[in-house]
């Protein structure tokens, strides 16, 4: 297992977030459609998914015709996800690897990442960046989505359901948070303005293709009612990123 404080933190809640990616409707409803959407026609690609966690986006992507491989610094959630390819015929090799250090993985080996609710929580974040630029061949493409950081600072709320506060906004800070009270364990969530998430892309060398902030009216998502608070304040971002050719 890779030794760093974020793999600590999920490896210890690995079995509360299989339950917890299985029963949420932010999830299933809204950011595994929408990801995959995003990631667009992926037959006959090679389809990386990177902090796959359970598997739920890897398997949807071998459904769709990827040749994926599924990569987690969790050797408990690669296990689970391993288990569900195998228990449902579906063809996905993993490996236990950071987000920051791919050393499994060559160099241009890949058409797509997929790194789906992963970027925000690493140790070194252009790290990941560099890495994700590496595996992937030129003209390949990284999917990513990210709790938006415009509205996840550390002083940040709903203030009886009248409007959002933010504050703090410019505080690069790691802290201890229960994912949801289901949780028995925190784990380590980590705060930067949305220019830290933007800089290390484009001096990557990344070009921006995608940028979307989903409002929960799509696809199917009006069907649970959390989505309404979407229609007010994004949750969440997702990007699309092209290496150049």
């Given at each position: 297992?890779?030794?760093?404080?974020?793999?600590?933190?999920?490896?210890?809640?690995?079995?509360?977030?299989?339950?917890?990616?299985?029963?949420?409707?932010?999830?299933?409803?809204?950011?595994?459609?929408?990801?995959?959407?995003?990631?667009?026609?992926?037959?006959?690609?090679?389809?990386?998914?990177?902090?796959?966690?359970?598997?739920?986006?890897?398997?949807?992507?071998?459904?769709?015709?990827?040749?994926?491989?599924?990569?987690?610094?969790?050797?408990?959630?690669?296990?689970?996800?391993?288990?569900?390819?195998?228990?449902?015929?579906?063809?996905?090799?993993?490996?236990?690897?950071?987000?920051?250090?791919?050393?499994?993985?060559?160099?241009?080996s890949f058409d797509v990442v997929v790194a789906a609710m992963l970027l925000m929580n690493v140790d070194d974040y252009p790290a990941a960046v560099a890495e994700s630029w590496r595996?992937?061949?030129?003209?390949?493409?990284?999917?990513?989505?990210?709790?938006?950081?415009?509205?996840?600072?550390?002083?940040?709320?709903?203030?009886?359901?009248?409007?959002?506060?933010?504050?703090?906004?410019?505080?690069?800070?790691?802290?201890?948070?229960?994912?949801?009270?289901?949780?028995?364990k925190p784990v380590l969530r980590r705060h930067r303005p949305l220019e830290d998430f933007m800089r290390p892309l484009l001096q990557r060398g990344f070009v921006l293709h995608s940028?979307?902030?989903?409002?929960?009216?799509?696809?199917?998502?009006?069907?649970?009612?959390?989505?309404?608070?979407?229609?007010?304040?994004?949750?969440?971002?997702?990007?699309?990123?092209?290496?150049?050719?």
């Amino acid at each position: 297992m890779p030794d760093d404080d974020s793999t600590r933190s999920w490896e210890a809640v690995a079995e509360d977030w299989v339950r917890h990616a299985d029963e949420n409707d932010y999830h299933n409803a809204l950011l595994l459609p929408l990801t995959v959407g995003l990631a667009g026609d992926v037959r006959g690609l090679d389809v990386l998914d990177l902090g796959c966690g359970e598997g739920g986006y890897g398997r949807v992507l071998a459904r769709r015709g990827g040749t994926v491989v599924g990569v987690d610094s969790s050797p408990s959630l690669v296990a689970v996800a391993q288990q569900r390819a195998s228990e449902a015929g579906i063809a996905v090799q993993y490996f236990c690897a950071n987000a920051t250090a791919l050393t499994p993985i060559a160099s241009a080996s890949f058409d797509v990442v997929v790194a789906a609710m992963l970027l925000m929580n690493v140790d070194d974040y252009p790290a990941a960046v560099a890495e994700s630029w590496r595996v992937l061949r030129p003209g390949g493409r990284l999917v990513m989505s990210i709790t938006h950081p415009c509205f996840s600072a550390p002083v940040s709320k709903w203030v009886d359901t009248e409007y959002f506060a933010v504050d703090r906004y410019f505080d690069r800070v790691m802290r201890e948070d229960y994912i949801t009270a289901q949780f028995r364990k925190p784990v380590l969530r980590r705060h930067r303005p949305l220019e830290d998430f933007m800089r290390p892309l484009l001096q990557r060398g990344f070009v921006l293709h995608s940028f979307d902030e989903p409002d929960g009216t799509k696809p199917d998502t009006q069907k649970t009612p959390r989505m309404a608070r979407l229609q007010r304040i994004p949750y969440f971002l997702l990007m699309s990123w092209a290496k150049p050719r």
